[in-house]
């Protein structure tokens, strides 16, 4: 549908701050002057502590939030109408599935917001099965599969629309260790195949480093980026999971959590574990 | 017919927010809702013209209220007593059936089918059957009836609550070596509280509605179903309303009072509920 | 989920167990077992019954090694025997009558679900129409809810003889207003209420996660009503039902005895009730036939239940 066309960036931020019950004795400042520029086909984590509005930063990107200062432009559009153009993806933390639909009629739902016909729903929906490789459970329920499974649907629900930016929220953070590797794995590919910009979310560095392009480095109270941290692991696979440099850029976002400025990734802090 | 599940209450869930109406928020709207209800309903009663036999104006039911004050008070008493009588001896059956299904899980199995299947029936048309066996003008039959009405709501909550214990909790118990009576003592009774109560409001509306529609069928006059009753066949609607008014005050006061006795046995649900 | 129905029958369930939906076999035994329970039940009580009537013969009315007399009579007339009762059902309603007494009953039954039904169905209908009035429209529900919440607790059947009266006095244009109409009102009201109170709490009961789903899909209102909320109202609809068919054919039995309805069950229970030293049985059998209609009615409900919820998982239901 809406591939990003390279000139623009996929998301312009400049500015945004956040404020909720603004006037009243309950005020709280979520984010301050938040500038953030994410080229198309960027993967882009939000790290920081509980607090800190990264998951309010994603929701303004999403237009589920308006900000209360700054601007935003998705593919060069208002949040609101890159919403109504159904520019972005969005998965959560739940799958979020609907009990009442099979898996592939979750998949479809978006869908058939858009007013797609049945027979190019079903087409895309069991491409999308393919992808997540869930082929054989499009007639299933979504409760009737594991939580990493489920995840896997979101996601495909996500991709529906072919959208060229995916938002994703801490979407493996209810998964066991094992899965959340496997899913991460699978992101990867997908993101490759698909080509998408990602904003995802999460609480995990060694998550953020190995999926992401950049891993943006945020502080609470009031929430804003304190770093952007580069991340040149070049092609991920499994073996990226044991390499020196992935260890040295865990390292370079665990100090730049802590607040210490980070230092030049060297070799020193990498450690062997084999 | 084997699929009748359990009488169903409109709190799904013992810990349900809703018998807590407006508890936290203003009283405010629901207060201009109902006063402008009631001056809309006198307004347009006048304006319109609608003869008296159709809807009374609330005026004119709080001058018949006033007027035949005290034979409403005097049914109101004997409708009271037939409830509150039924729902006590009701709910002491249904406790007792409870507690025997914790000491005999056949019973568990038995019993609960059927209670479930029994609640679905109109059990007030037993009325003229009772009213055959114990006399239409004594009050027995109709505190038969609520008694009937009653047991099958408080007996499948509270047996509910005594048998679905968290497993954890019974473990533990078996850690300390204690026998099956403080497991009741500790977790089973604790546990039940919630649903007996939510079970009691229930039961407290159902034995108003079980003594008023007894009273549909027959028997000693001068009760608030009789009163009803007779003056719609006298056409003499504010007197009919007026009685209905106090049926509903019966039914929300034993109500209240159910209320009150929850947040004294179990403060600990409250929390909860304020949500 | 909130609307689990109180069936404790269904033991703790195994967490291994717990995403495997309602398998086929077990739904199966625990729907015989229930029916021998059931059935179990009814000879039980049968068999109590003539236990009772035997007790009484024996001691002449009063307690066993007692001179306390038992609260009511044993004989034939007060407590027919079961066999008579069952035999009843086969025998005519009045002798010289053609059609017996199950026909009577049958066609009694029919009637008044009719009235029920009707009222039910527009019952629910008004209710849904309040629930999703109340939705767009937050004043209303604060200033409306709590007086239908409080509805609950107060014998709304008690208006039933007045609704009748008022019934009778309705002259609506284009069509001739019946009686059985009046009493279907009172089931309609009777449904209504619960039907608005659970309604409006199944439609706000979708998580803010799947209404932002929706939003991020740029759904309509009319969208997420249809694809979320209305299905995500189901399961706390249908207690609502269950409650609302049993008091519905209260309410029309009710009716039928304010209004002097005739053709159902309310009349018969009045007649034979009144002609019950001649022939107490039938008085036996019509009570068997209004228990028969309520559980068949709420057994309709759990069908619908069954059709609606069949893809949920089973702690939803």
Known sequence: ????????????????????????????????????TVQAGEFISLIGPSGCGKSTLMRIVGDLETPTSG??????????????????????????????????????????????????????????????????????????????????????????????????????GALDEMTRERMQGELVRICAETGATVIFVTHSIPEAVYLSDRVVVMSARPGQITDVIPVALGERNEDTREDPTFFASITTVREALRGAPAPAVTGSNSVDIS | MSTVEAPQTQAPKPKTPSTNPGRGRSLIPPLIVGVVAVVAWEVLVRVFNIQKFLIPRPSSIIAALSTSWADILEGTKRTGYVAVSGLIVGVIIAVALALLCTRFHFMADALT?????????????????????????????????????????????????????????????????????????EVRLPNALPFFFTSLKVASSLAVIAA???????????????????????????????????????????????????????????????? | MATTAPTFLQKPVDPARSNSGRSGPSALSRFARRTVFIIGGIVAVALIYTAVKAMGHATGGTWPFTSMPLPFSTDDVTMPPVMDIVLRFGQPQRTGDPKNLTMWILEAMLFTFREAFVGFIIGII???????????????????????????????????????????????????????????????????????????????????LALDFMRTNAASGNATLWKLRMPAAVPFLIPALKLAATASVVGAIVGEISAGVRGGLGRLLIDYSAQYLSDPSRLYCVVIGAALLGVLFVALINVTDLLLMRNRPREAR
């Open chain 1, 71 to 172: 601007a935003v432009r998705v593919n060069g559009k208002d949040p609101r109408q890159a919403r109504l153009d159904h520019d972005y993806g969005m998965a959560f933390q739940q799958a979020g599935l609907f009990d009442w639909r099979t898996v592939s009629a979750n998949i479809e739902l978006p869908l058939e917001l858009m007013k797609w016909n049945k027979a190019r729903r079903q087409t895309r929906s069991s491409e999308l099965l393919d992808l997540v490789h869930l082929a054989d459970f499009g007639a299933m329920r979504p409760w009737e599969l594991s939580g990493g499974m489920q995840q896997r649907v979101a996601i495909a629900r996500a991709l529906a629309a072919s959208p060229g930016l995916l938002l994703m929220d801490e979407p493996f």
């Open chain 2, 212 to 275: 008023i529609v007894a009273e549909y069928f027959g028997g000693q006059q001068g009760t608030l179903g009789s009163i009803i009753t007779q003056s719609a066949g006298l056409s003499r609607y504010d007197r009919a309303w007026a009685a209905v008014l106090m049926a509903a005050l019966l039914g929300i006061v034993l109500y209240a009072i159910v209320v009150v006795l929850e947040r004294t046995f179990i403060p600990w649900e409250r929390a909860d509920a304020r949500r």
């Open chain 3, 126 to 208: 008004i209710g849904m129409a309040i629930a999703l009035i109340m939705l767009r429209t937050r004043w209303l529900e604060r200033g409306v809810m709590p007086w239908v919440i409080v509805s609950q607790t107060v014998p709304l059947i008690a208006l039933a003889p007045v609704v009748v009266a008022f019934g009778n006095q309705i002259k609506v244009p284009l069509f001739s207003w019946q009686q059985w109409m009046s009493v279907a009102l009172i089931a309609t009201y009777l449904t209504f209420f619960p039907v608005a109170v659970n309604g409006l709490r199944g439609l706000k009961s979708p998580t803010p």
């Open chain 2, 113 to 185: 089918p059927m209670a479930a299947a029994l609640a679905a029936t109109p059990i007030v048309a037993l009325a003229p059957i009772y009213f055959k066996w114990f006399g239409a003008t004594d009050a027995t039959a109709k505190q038969c009836v609520v008694v009937s009405v009653v047991i099958f709501p408080v007996f499948i909550n509270t047996a509910r609550g005594l048998l679905e214990v968290q497993n954890v909790q019974i473990e533990l118990m078996h850690t300390y070596g204690v026998g099956d009576w403080a497991i009741l003592r």
């Open chain 1, 1 to 36: 549908m809406t591939t990003a066309d390279t000139t623009t960036p996929a998301i312009e931020i400049q500015g945004v701050g956040m404020v909720f019950n603004g006037g009243r004795p309950n005020e709280v400042t979520a984010l301050t002057d938040i500038d953030l």
